[in-house]
């Protein structure tokens, strides 16, 4: 049975990692759970999912406390965090501290939680540092490991469970209406299920030889926001609109709103993140990522999955802390 550490279990995407990995149908999956509280709640409902799951003391700002983590498993996932790392620096510096552990411990299969790397592809017009942040961190990473797999993901849909909750209104015709806004007009929004991203590692886990060394780029769909309020509304029957916002209109709000964003105080670049992939856009081959996941959920099979009908969900442990969204 292989030995898989994940770095970041406790969190949002760590927790489906995990029981993705314990679900797999082979059986065949052991997880040390890396948290820096391993008496903590997250810890603790962790190994009461499994008793293949124990949760080991690690902080990824010391890499000493990761090698002792590593020592003897057959696999690494990371999903380091921005948020409490701080800053672009500190998120790299963390992630490099991940990948020399594994060298130091000769575990060979790394798999890295990345995002689209903005500042290459938009020829540094635009920076998203919690994007580039691990983008680059990515790059380091495959050239001191060759066999690392990096996972390449995109924005939750869960986020509409907590920083992008649709707001609640009375509709015109009297009853509830939920409306849905961002400045991704009617560009498509490639977004990705946190069950769906536990699936795709505990695939590149179980295919180790097929995605050594690869990027794998993954997600779940890419509708429009007008989809995503119409689905919505037929699912779960509760009106749902979408109303786009400027992107001028989304900085004014982000700049009034978001305050602490480390490396951005005014929170210009969750702007430049809608910019990015509102005009880049984050391209997917759902053809290639349906072959390695054949259960990959669309925003209506995810509605359907979850259940969810508008209300908050406690979803990223980052957010809930600082917002109580
Ligand atoms: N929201 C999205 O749409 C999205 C999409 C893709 C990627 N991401 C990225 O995902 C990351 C956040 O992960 P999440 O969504 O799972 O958030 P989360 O629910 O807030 O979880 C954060 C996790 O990071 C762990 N952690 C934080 N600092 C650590 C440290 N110094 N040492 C060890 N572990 C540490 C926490 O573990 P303990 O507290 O137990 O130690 C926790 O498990 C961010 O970098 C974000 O950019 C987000």
């Not at 279990?9 to 059986?27: F, W």
């Not at 009853?175 to 699936?199: C, H, N, Q, S, W």
């Amino acid at each position: 049975m292989k030995t898989i550490a994940v770095v970041g279990a406790t969190g949002a995407m760590g927790r489906s990692i995990v029981q993705s990995l314990i679900d797999h149908p082979s059986n065949g999956f052991r997880v040390r759970a890396l948290t820096r509280n391993p008496m903590g709640k997250r810890a603790k409902e962790l190994e009461n999912y499994s008793d293949r799951i124990v949760a080991v003391q690690a902080d990824t700002s010391d890499q000493k406390s990761l090698e002792e983590a590593f020592r003897g498993v057959d696999g690494v996932f990371c999903n380091t965090d921005y948020w409490t790392a701080g800053s672009h620096v500190q998120e790299v510096v963390q992630s490099i501290n991940v990948a020399t552990a594994c060298l130091k411990e000769s575990v060979e299969h790394l798999v890295y939680s990345s995002l689209e790397y903005v500042s290459a592809i938009t020829k540094s017009t635009l920076a998203v540092p919690y994007f580039d942040s691990k983008a680059e961190s990515a790059e380091y990473i495959q050239a001191i490991l060759p066999k690392a797999t990096i996972l390449v993901t995109a924005p939750y849909y869960e986020n509409f469970m907590g920083y992008a909750l649709p707001e609640k209104r009375e509709g015109s015709e009297g009853g509830v209406e939920f409306v849905f806004r961002d400045p991704m007009a009617d560009k498509p929004y490639t977004m990705v299920a946190l069950d769906d991203i536990g699936r795709f590692t505990a695939y590149a886990f179980s295919e180790f030889e097929s995605v050594k060394g690869k990027k794998l780029f993954v997600a779940s769909g890419s509708p429009t926001m007008m989809e995503i309020a119409e689905t919505f509304s037929s699912v779960t029957g509760i009106k749902a609109v979408y109303e786009p916002m400027s992107l001028k209109e989304f900085r004014e709000k982000s700049r009034a709103t978001v305050n602490d964003i480390p490396d951005s105080p005014d929170g210009e670049f969750v702007g430049n993140m809608f910019e990015f992939i509102r005009d880049y856009g984050i391209d997917r081959d759902y053809e290639f990522i349906k072959s390695i996941n054949p259960e990959v959920m669309d925003f209506e099979k995810w509605l359907r999955h979850t259940g969810w009908k508008g209300e908050p969900v406690g979803v990223q442990n980052y957010f809930v802390t600082q917002t109580g969204k």
